[in-house]
T-cell receptor, first 111, second 111 residues
Framework: KNEVEQSPQNLTAQEGEFITINCSYSVGISALHWLQQHPGGGIVSLFMLSSGKKKHGRLIATINIQEKHSSLHITASHPRDSAVYICAVSNSGGSNYKLTFGKGTLLTVNP | DTAVSQTPKYLVTQMGNDKSIKCEQNLGHDTMYWYKQDSKKFLKIMFSYNNKELIINETVPNRFSPKSPDKAHLNLHINSLELGDSAVYFC??????????FGDGTRLSIL
């Protein structure tokens, strides 16, 4: 079993819909990351959070440390949001900052 | 003004050859990473360097040898390439435990 599990694996939505992607992890962490990978391949860090909630534009990320669960929400989705969204966790033991990744959620937003 | 740059972007070569991928970051970060993304798009840490010192080596075959001549560069040399080495390799950097910045990836194809 992967240390980081995401659901759903694939998600298709209509433009304007509210989208939620979930992430559960089974290890101790110091932070959880949400990343976006567009079809062209580049990876961008969206959020890094260790508690509570963060918002950036139409994107919202939440984390519940006790339940070891995080969600990424996209409000008023748009076709340009189509991408793979990847959840990852990090542990700051010493100078070991490696990321352990989920398998990603492929989001397709249709116009 | 690219923050993390990898070269080459594409690398096509024969099995058994030796090849290198270069990575440079101009962000002043102290930690650099190599990740491998397999055909199922799953990302996995390979190496991490902090201030030119190897911190993480995640059970990568010793045909893979990272080299960090200075804090801004982390190159990856691969000996005796095998079919299973075909993947996209991403370089990333961070300032300690801050969000990581990724390069655009190098797509390695072994014939």
């Amino acid at each position: 079993k992967n240390e980081v599990e995401q659901s759903p694996q694939n998600l298709t939505a209509q433009e304007g819909e509210f989208i939620t992607i979930n992430c559960s992890y089974s290890v101790g962490i110091s932070a959880l990351h949400w990343l976006q990978q567009h079809p062209g391949g580049g990876i961008v860090s969206l959020f890094m959070l260790s508690s509570g909630k963060k918002k950036h534009g139409r994107l919202i990320a939440t984390i519940n440390i006790q339940e070891k669960h995080s969600s990424l929400h996209i409000t008023a989705s748009h076709p340009r949001d189509s991408a793979v969204y990847i959840c990852a966790v990090s542990n700051s033991g010493g100078s070991n900052y490696k990321l352990t990744f989920g398998k990603g959620t492929l989001l397709t937003v249709n116009p | 003004d690219t923050a993390v740059s990898q070269t080459p972007k594409y690398l096509v070569t024969q099995m058994g050859n030796d090849k290198s991928i270069k990575c440079e970051q101009n962000l002043g970060h102290d930690t650099m990473y190599w990740y491998k993304q397999d055909s199922k798009k799953f990302l996995k840490i390979m190496f991490s360097y902090n201030n030119k010192e190897l911190i993480i080596n995640e059970t990568v075959p010793n045909r893979f040898s990272p080299k960090s001549p200075d804090k801004a560069h982390l190159n990856l040399h691969i000996n005796s390439l095998e079919l299973g080495d075909s993947a996209v390799y991403f370089c990333a950097s961070s300032r300690g435990h801050q969000p990581q910045h990724f390069g655009d990836g190098t797509r390695l194809s072994i014939l």
